[in-house]
RNA sequence: GCCGCUAUGGUGGAAUAGGCAGACACAAAGGACUUAAAAUCCUUCGCCGUAAAAAGCGUACCGGUUCGACCCCGGUUAGCGGCACCA
């Protein structure tokens, strides 16, 4: 018999279409298992070979739970809303929800093609105003807690989108998506106050299972510092707050520095000798891009401001005050104490503008560099009160000192931002608020969402950077909902982040028109037990989703403090050579191609076999024949097997290792040890035969990788009679552990930590039945022979050293 | 610069409470079957050496701990990812 994989895999699918085997049952009795992959931006290129590695690996996971009778929720949908979308619609003039619409659907086909256990009654679309009415309402919620609010502020401003980006849009200075330059322009835009959550956003990552690189990645991004906020006195009267993290070093702060955009650079406008030189740097440094800005950042600039002195509030002393844009109006006050000889930037830049440098921790020299170790051996010196002690002393020695004297106080700062949450786009979520003329910004009332996005003749952003939705006067044009009076739409629309921020919720209960979810289906899915994903959403989706997620916490709908219990990351796949996959390199891998000549169980198992499933691999065209050619031998079995249902002897071991191996290896991702260990067991079937009990357990160990085949196997070999399909099965093999072992075992034999050979002892033995066999080899005893033993070294059922002198 | 990760045959990769390095595959070479090809099956496959053995060398590099190190420690180099004037 063939293994006709096209007809096979169309057999089952088809069935499984029909019968639906993985619909998830909300309120189930048996244990639930929620297992989440990041749903897929529904591109027209269409599904990437990247894709499978993450979908398939979680489809066998959540196989393997079914078939171990847990109630699982495995399910898939689309990330529509967004720029590639738009601006294909805006290329062809096609309306971006009849792209979105036929891109789903050949992704839909591609997923099917690839017989993912999805349960595809629990699809959702961001797009669907039955989805995104509550994406607004969490929006509004947010609003009316004060979270959402509105400012002006600098904004990161493509030139080519013409549109705003958040600042993790932006990449090298570069936007992310069309690598065009992005400067930066004022703009009003609605904020999402993620900063308040910042703590907990940190705090909370004891309690979940993330792969570590996961956790220091966001807690690096959050970006918590320790330090105190002191008050410097001015001579022209003002009070200046700057944020140091190095209070013990105040004695050697000389010289201060304010950022370009701080307040009191204008209000001294007047007082300052030297305002046109002063108003030329602020002016250059509003131009200049963020990039720009750190580019130049081996080159130090300023201004003195001439006419003001600081007074260093320790010794009295008055120190100039500088702007230089080295110094970020975003963090901390905007304001610093510059410590010359403890600072490599402060450093440079008294080094150009010549201001003194005074050493107050001993150990480098600081006429050469900056010394700035913050270690326990340095010694404060020039200090005053601190003088003799460490630097671990004397930092809440200072921090206590300023709080008794009333000018300083402890102080956490983060470099997490409060997320800009407007886009000047069409493609998103309308922002479900209006603008009276006497009331200010009003919030839509609940009844009136979703609030629909309106049919455009044209997507393209104004020039002035408006959205498209500004140009509808009709739809923008309304009432206020709470005087009743003339009243506009906020025309601006939601990032892509906003409805991936919560989609897994909404998973739970998809058809629900009341709730976003139920309180019921909430409280039996949540937490989400697995959320797989790419390592570049770390900082992005998932920070953001955790926000969400904590503040609707707080809000009593859901209830679990994190949506993700577990979270782990897939590598990349690679071209051929190790690079990244490009149309320009014309390395592309496109998955239907690879179905079409092996059919979808090769394409499965052998994205799972190609490598270390988190790190990157390259695809090799060559390679996947070795994945095919197993599954033809697995076939091949069906004609071979005994009808014993016991596993033979000379079989027993290897089956209960190999179900042992298989069955962790699952559970830790490692599926291509897993696929080893079922290709090795094979390999034993053709040297020792294969009966059909031990058939069935490789096939129900295959059965999450290579599920068609195994189908239609588990069919002919007349098990579907006994027990029905294989989606349906709820048993897993298990192992006996004392059946993994054989009763003898090889081990080698060391001598002076050398191998020299093995030896055949039954399992468990002793060191004197060891020994007695070692020296029997006749190559160890040659290297033994004339010597005393000295020592013997036993690790049982493994080796023996045998130390000779 | 800071944080994190990685380095193993021609190739993808196995192996860590410190215990036979190279499992499992791909490629290659030889053979069987075949009119032939494909498919399949068998054999070889780290380096050096040998008639074949043996001996020796070998997990990026240098050193250390240990009876024993891919694994632990110190240092170096190269590459990947993230952050980047965050005071």
């Known amino acids: 018999m063939k293994y006709d994989f096209t007809a096979i895999e169309k057999k089952w699918q ?13 309120g189930d009795a048996r244990e639930k298992f929620y297992g989440l992959i990041e749903f897929p931006y529904p591109s027209g290129q269409g599904l990437h070979v990247g894709h499978p590695r993450p979908f398939t690996a979680m489809d066998i996971i959540c196989r393997k739970k079914r078939m171990q009778n847990y109630n699982v929720l495995f399910p898939i949908g689309f990330d529509a809303f967004g720029l590639p979308t738009e601006n294909y619609a805006i290329k062809n003039h096609i309306h971006p929800a009849i792209v979105t619409k036929k891109n789903i659907e050949n992704f839909t ?71 065009s330059e992005v400067i930066r322009k004022e703009k009003s835009q609605w904020m999402l106050a993620i900063t308040k959550y910042a703590q907990r956003l940190i705090d909370d990552l004891d309690d979940v299972d993330y792969i570590e690189r996961v956790k220091t990645q966001q807690k690096n991004w959050i970006g918590r510092s320790t330090g105190a906020e002191v ?4 001579t022209l009267g003002d ?110 830049f008294a080094k150009k503008f010549g201001c003194e440098i005074v050493e107050v921790v001993k150990g480098g020299n600081v006429e050469e560099a900056a010394f700035t170790l913050k270690d326990d051996t340095g010694i404060m010196v020039n200090s005053d009160f601190l003088n003799g002690m460490t630097v671990k002393q004397a930092i809440p020695a200072m921090k206590q000192w300023l ?3 009333g000018i300083g106080k402890e102080k956490v700062n983060y470099k997490l931002r409060d997320w800009v949450f407007s886009r000047q786009r069409y493609w998103g979520e309308p922002i479900p608020m209006v603008k009276c003329e006497t009331c200010g910004w009003v919030p839509l009332p609940e009844e009136e969402l979703p609030l629909v996005l309106p049919q455009v003749d044209s997507y393209e952003p104004t020039d002035d950077g408006e959205s498209p939705l500004s140009k509808m006067t009709d739809w923008v044009n309304t009432t206020c909902p709470c005087c009743g009076g003339k009243a506009q739409r906020e025309t601006d629309t939601m990032p892509q982040w906003a409805g991936s921020s919560w989609y897994y919720l909404r998973y739970m209960d998809p058809h629900n028109d009341k709730e976003l979810a139920s309180k019921e289906a909430l409280e039996y899915w949540s937490p989400v037990d697995w959320y797989n994903g790419g390592m570049e959403h770390t900082t992005l989706h998932l920070l953001y989703s955790r926000f969400w997620h904590k503040f609707l916490y707080d809000l009593g709908i859901v209830p679990t403090k994190e949506p993700y219990q577990k979270r782990t990351a897939h590598g990349m796949i690679l071209g051929e050579g190790g690079e990244k996959m490009s149309k320009s390199r014309g390395n592309v891998i496109n998955p239907n191609d690879i179905v079409d000549q092996y059919g979808a169980d090769t394409m499965r198992l052998h994205i799972m ?12 065209n060559e390679a996947v024949k070795g994945s095919k050619r197993f599954l033809d031998r697995v076939w091949n079995l069906q004609d071979a097997c005994t009808d014993s249902m016991e596993y033979s002897a000379k079989n027993e071991t290897a089956m209960h290792k190999t179900i042992r191996k298989v069955t962790k290896d699952i559970d830790e991702l490692k599926m291509n040890t897993a696929i080893s260990a079922m290709m090795s067991l094979v390999n034993d079937f053709y040297a020792n035969g294969v009966t059909r ?40 093999p298990t192992w006996d552990e004392a059946k993994t072992v054989d009763a003898n075992v090889e081990m080698a034999v060391q001598v002076c930590g050398k191998l020299r050979g093995t030896v055949v002892v039954p399992v468990d033995s002793e060191q004197d039945t060891v020994l007695a066999a070692a020296l029997a080899h006749e190559k160890v005893a040659r290297f033994v022979e004339g010597k005393n033993l000295v020592k013997v070294i036993l690790v049982k059922n493994k080796l023996i050293n045998l130390i000779a002198k």
Not at 14 to 26: D, G, L
Not at 703 to 732: D, R, Y
Request: some cysteine; hydrophobic content about 40%; charged content about 25%.
């Open 231 to 234: 008050t410097f006195q001015t």
């Open 693 to 732: 009990g031990e058939l069935k357990t490789l096939l129900l160990l295959l059965s999450p990788f290579a599920p068609h085949m195994v189908e239609e196997m588990w069919e002919n070999l007349g098990f579907a009679a006994e027990t029905g399909k294989m989606a349906c099965q709820n048993e897993w």
């Open 403 to 405: 709080v008794e004297k």
């Open 14 to 26: 088809a069935r499984w279409e029909q019968e639906k085997p993985f619909a998830a049952k909300t």
């Open 109 to 179: 086909n591609q997923l099917k093609m690839l017989g993912y256990s999805f349960d595809w009654d629990r699809a959702v679309d961001t797009t669907d105003p039955n989805y995104y009415k509550w994406t607004q309402w969490i929006f509004l919620q947010m609003y009316k807690k004060g979270l959402a609010y509105k400012t002006t502020m600098p904004v990161n401003w493509c030139t080519s989108c013409k549109c705003v980006l958040a600042n993790e849009e932006v990449v090298n200075g570069v936007c992310e998506r069309c690598g």
């Open 609 to 620: 076999f190609i490598g270390d499933f988190e790190k990157a691999v390259s695809w090799s």
């Open 239 to 348: 009070d200046l707050l700057i944020y140091t993290t190095r209070p013990d070093t105040m004695f050697g702060a000389t010289y201060m520095v304010l950022s370009p955009e701080h307040p009191y650079v204008k209000k001294w406008q007047d007082k300052l000798n030297n305002w046109d030189e002063v108003a030329a740097y602020v002016d250059a440094a509003a131009h200049k891009s963020d990039f720009e800005r750190s580019e130049l950042n081996k080159e130090k600039t300023g201004v003195r401001l001439d006419g003001v002195m600081g007074i260093n509030p320790v010794n009295g002393k008055q120190i100039p005050i500088f702007i230089s844009d080295y110094v970020l109006v975003t963090y901390g006050t905007g304001a610093i104490m510059a410590v010359p000889a403890h600072d490599d930037r402060d450093w440079e």
